[in-house]
């Protein structure tokens, strides 16, 4: 099996500096929009065979490191018996506001309530056959409650800002329920084969370290220990979050996933050598010039060489529009530049 | 006249914390959503007896330090030729994307493009009568040319960081006409009565250390600089940047303004003494009950106490639906806690 990257992420060495990419099965691949031509964003999401199809087109076109099960953060809330829509962006069909709201709030087993997700996952491992490992997700609680307040996407999310200086003890116990529910879920994608997960803070940044610290760290801490004795490497993404990233490498997680913001190589001298990073090339440097993007891209491994523990990936999810041939020099990139400096190669195989 | 706003740029002693607040005409104040349910914002900007009336409501209200003249920061692209309309977020009639639409741009003097500001501030300094001293402002060029490069206001402004890869150099020369055609919009300002000047960079947060400062900070520089020579004290305020503070401190300003997301304490040790601060308080905290809002704004202020140059503002414009009751308590806290450590009163004053 290729494990160079569970070995990243436990900080083992590794031949090469693995590579996958943060929302790989996506619309910038044309066999992706293909599907998307025929069925809506949920059908394809609870459709297992179909949701393994396009985790598995990005694998076909680049040898990445890892699949991820195509999937999105916010499915798992019709756990909690939240219904929504995709047009592109998720509507709630009711916003989470008020003290009944939450605590009317179901808390579903995620066997029941998204099935589906774990039947892919296991359809995905079997197709894959120990090509690649299997990454499972769910969301951060802070950013499930930032959609779930606010009943949309929105810039600044307000509503739950407005909740947080509110009434904190309602965005509390919504927290409580989230984390709960994501425990559940996590263990539910590791049981059905997920090797890796990894948890997305998307919105986090939107906070000040201490409140970071009390209505979203608190709660990530207690999902990676939930999932701790599943024995499977822990990642946990936060995004535009510069000013957060020391208490974020708190979170108990084996990998810490940072946006373009903070070079690298700075981000590992604050957080220190007993995590591993991924990242962190910007999405929009995939609008460069091929040639300009390998550069880009060995930047970003040259400010890692010799620190054990680096997944290269982008900063965030890859855009819709990024040409193929970018994805293809990043690709490029890695094979020929993705050495690790710990890695001693027996000398015959040089 | 009350110059402890000025006195604080300028980091001198002063008898209490002075306060002024982002966006402080705007739409939490009945009496401007009466306004505008009579003129469209466009109009509003554009008259300069209703722009001074709006300027002129939150004084009347509270005893604020500063009146900021009413309008909007991407008005003076009109001196560039491009036209917009606000419903209610701007959209321009067409995003400016290719090299040919950069040349087309015009630069028309601001004293023809919009001689209805200068009008403006010179009736408010006289309706102000030397009450409070007036502020100008602009917006800074990267952040200008992401809603020109977008067309309108977008998270993650993705057109102007794909051209910021795709075609630096047609985004360099977009930057440096925004830059001239800024320098004389606040020479315009300033020779009309402003007596201090905010560039607004509300965007610059969205580009790493090294593209900051080639696509953002430079520019910022060329301003402060282009108008050094009127003696009046530049702010600057960086939005959602907590990444880039060491870095936005040497753009020449008098003050750094910062949003909510770095500790106010924390961001003065780390751009040390020689630069006066504004900020930070939440603007989502003035949605928590009138005696949290006081202890939150106190919190600010003993965060600054001992450092000379501090102006009490929110990290970021005042939102609408604030209740009028919370600014009132955000003025009590300055009032009876804004008292200066170095401020030495005569002993018989005390």
């Known amino acids: ?55 598995l087109q990005p694998l076909r076109r680049f040898p990445l490191d890892a699949a991820i099960i195509f999937s999105d953060i916010l499915l798992p809330l019709e756990a909690l018996g939240c219904r929504m829509t995709f047009n592109p962006g998720p509507k709630l069909e009711e916003p989470v506001r008020t003290r009944a709201q939450v605590e ?10 998204a099935p589906f997700v774990a039947q892919a996952i296991r359809m995905l491992r079997q197709e894959l056959d120990g090509r690649t490992p299997v990454i499972g997700f769910c969301g951060a609680p802070f950013t499930l409650a930032a959609y779930l307040v606010q009943g949309e996407g929105k810039e600044g999310f307000g509503a739950v800002k407005t909740m947080l200086y509110q009434d904190p003890v309602v965005l509390e116990h ?15 994608q590791v049981l059905a084969g997920a090797q890796a ?25 207690e999902i990676v ?16 979050a510069p000013h957060l990233l020391e208490a974020a490498a708190t979170a108990g997680s084996d990998v810490l996933g940072i946006c373009w913001r903070t070079p690298i190589d700075q981000a590992a001298a604050r957080v220190g050598p007993s995590i591993a990073l ?30 054990s523990g680096h997944i290269m990936n982008l900063g965030h999810g890859i855009l819709p529009g990024t040409p193929i041939a970018s994805v293809e020099a990043l690709v490029a990139a890695v094979q020929e530049h993705g050495r690790s400096a710990d890695y001693a190669p027996t000398p015959w195989a040089m």
């Open 174 to 188: 919504l927290l409580q329920k989230l984390t709960e529910t994501m425990i559940d879920y996590l263990r539910l």
């Open 278 to 307: 991924q990242g962190n090339l910007d999405p929009h440097a995939l609008f460069a010039e091929p040639e300009e993007v390998k550069r880009l891209a060995e930047d970003v491994m040259a400010r890692m060489a010799g620190r």
């Open 1 to 55: 099996m290729n494990d160079r990257f569970l070995r990243a992420c436990r900080r083992q060495p590794v031949d090469r500096t693995p590579l996958w990419i943060m929302r790989q099965a996506g619309r910038y691949l044309p066999e992706y929009r293909a599907v998307r031509e025929r069925v809506s964003f949920l059908t394809l999401c609870k459709t297992p065979e179909l949701a393994v199809e396009v985790s």
């Open 197 to 221: 997960v990894q948890i997305f803070d998307s919105w986090a940044g939107l906070l000040a370290p201490a409140q970071y610290e009390a209505f979203a760290l608190r709660w990530v801490r």
């Open 225 to 240: 220990a939930g999932v701790r004795d599943l024995n499977v490497p822990v990642i946990y993404f936060v995004n535009g």
């Open 104 to 113: 009317a709030l179901q808390q579903r087993p995620a066997a029941e309530a």
